[in-house]
């Protein structure tokens, strides 16, 4: 199977549709609103347009489903990580409409977000029980069989990682790039393993994100919003989880993972001490503050991304 192609024509659709998706948003002066805590030199991106992740989705899902069908691939799993993708993108798209009506950074509410991720969680788990066993591989040990604990991981894994993605796309960029990277890695393992429908998903992801980064590079034009955050994380967790090799996002997902970290670090220190541990949380903002410039954040979190999928991939094949 050509891997080329999907890459391509994600691309292709990406970069096609992206500037009068700019264009919509600019007319009826819909932007992001940025938060008042945040950096101060952040709020001259108040205003960009948001959502950028509506077009890249329907990119994703177009390429995914016919390049799958004039191959032959148009598998359970492969529907069930477009579900996934359009599930959590429609979570975001609904958090980000409401900031933008209301003119605020506070859209749907933790329990309402959650509650739409865990119902992604459950159908995900209902299909892959009908393919997969319920076993979770364990490095160095092997596969432990878990019956339907396995469901609570799944929802967690989908439920944490989405919300990872999101808290790490605060630089024009970031996430783009680490997408990029996180989700080549395992379209590479997804091609050694033979599972060409998980390789077909992964390359439409990686072209749609090439082309938005285009856009969305410093200084951005378009942000991804939650929609784009949200729906990439869910799928990245997603794609881990059918590889059976779920463990291993926690390094080739390494700065997503240190990010959600420092959050949750700088959260306690400051209720049980009174003290923070960083300038500001997520972390890409305490470099921030350091004097780092964003593209300085940028690359070295993308090198930080790349060596940890090169030898994450690398462990796993």
């Known amino acids: 199977m050509n891997w080329i192609i999907p890459i391509l024509i994600s691309f292709v659709i990406t970069l096609a549709g992206m500037p009068k998706l700019i264009k919509y948003f600019v007319s009826k002066h819909e932007g992001q609103m940025i ?21 890249f989705i329907i990119a994703i899902i177009i390429t995914s489903i016919l390049y799958a069908l004039f191959v032959g691939q148009l598998k359970p799993t492969l ?34 977000k959650f509650l739409g991720q865990i119902v992604g969680g459950i159908v ?25 604990l396995y469901a609570i991981f799944i929802i967690i894994w989908l439920t944490g990682f989405s919300n990872a993605v999101n808290l790490t796309d605060g630089l024009d960029g970031l996430v783009s790039g680490l997408s990029i990277i996180a989700f080549s890695a395992y379209g590479v393992v997804a091609y050694v393993q033979g599972q060409f429908e998980i390789l077909i998903f992964c390359a439409s992801v990686v072209g749609a994100m090439i082309a938005f980064m285009f856009f969305n590079h410093k200084p951005a034009r378009i942000f991804m919003g939650d929609m784009g955050s949200l729906s990439l994380g869910g799928a990245l967790a997603a794609v881990s989880i059918l590889l059976h090799h779920e463990l291993s996002l926690v390094w080739i997902g390494i700065v997503f993972v240190i990010e959600t970290l420092s959050v949750i670090l700088q959260v306690a220190s400051f209720k049980l001490t009174g003290n923070r541990i960083f300038k500001m949380s997520p972390i ?26 090169v030898t994450g991939v690398l462990f796993i094949i």
Not at 284 to 294: A, D
């Open 35 to 55: 938060r008042e805590e945040g950096p101060k030199w952040h709020e001259k991106k108040s205003g960009t347009p948001t959502m950028g992740g509506l077009w």
């Open 79 to 112: 529907l069930i990580l477009l579900f996934i993708l359009l599930l959590y993108g429609l979570l975001g798209m609904w958090d980000d409409s409401i900031k933008l009506f209301k003119r605020q950074n506070e859209g749907l509410k933790a329990w309402q």
């Open 124 to 148: 995900f788990t209902w299909v892959f029980s009908y393919y997969f066993p319920l076993s979770l591989r364990i490095p160095f040990i092997g596969d432990i069989h878990l019956g339907w």
């Open 284 to 309: 890409h903002h305490h470099f921030e503050m350091s004097g780092w410039s964003e593209w300085k954040v940028d690359i070295v979190f993308w090198l930080v991304g790349l060596f940890a999928a």
